[in-house]
């Protein structure tokens, strides 16, 4: 399917119908690694200085069977390993007949090729990835239901602003799902439980 005609709807289908095929169970933290290479056979490959010299920290290669990722993200950052992994099982998901027909032949030619594509197409491409990547680390019904947990436990409502949210709420929902408290923000506040007011991003970048 061209990823310009793919809707929000469409990558929450996919990511539902992953989970349910591959991790009916439920249990969280979602086990992406023991999935991705014991159920779908695809190889983690960690590459030393890959983001460094390259500005790229993984991709999944063109016949789909191997995810190359930085070996230091890899190593030392688990939560946004975890994130970035689903993000290219989120690619072969959602765009493998589109990257088959129009993506790299090789990773040398990976920057290039990059440089190449529309810079809209490309924005939607990884916006769906990401989307589809945080879907399946945070599934909705296991979000609701420690979201529950963790109001009553905490003594507050939502929706709320960020800035109401009673301290360490977010490292707390993150350690349970083993994301970063970013992605959780995020997360929430696609719920609609969590608002977060104007230029949020762009102070905190700068603090």
Known sequence: MDPLRFYKRDVEKKAFEFLAIHHSGGEIPVPIEDIVELKLGIRLIAIPRLEKDFGVNAFINKYFDSIVIDENVFM???ERARFTISEEIGHLTLHKDWYQKNGPTS????L???AGVDDKL???????????ASLILIPTRNLENEWKIIMKERAFTSPCDVFQLPDNVLPIMADRFQVTAESMLIR???AGWVTIPD?????????
Do not use: H, M, P, V
């Open 188 to 190: 929430l506040s696609k």
């Open 199 to 207: 230029g949020f991003w762009e102070r905190k970048n700068k603090s």
């Open 76 to 78: 030392n950052q688990t």
């Open 122 to 132: 490309f924005k939607y491409i990884e916006i769906q990835a990401r989307t589809f």
């Open 107 to 110: 990773f040398d030619k990976y």
């Open 112 to 114: 290039d090729w990059q």
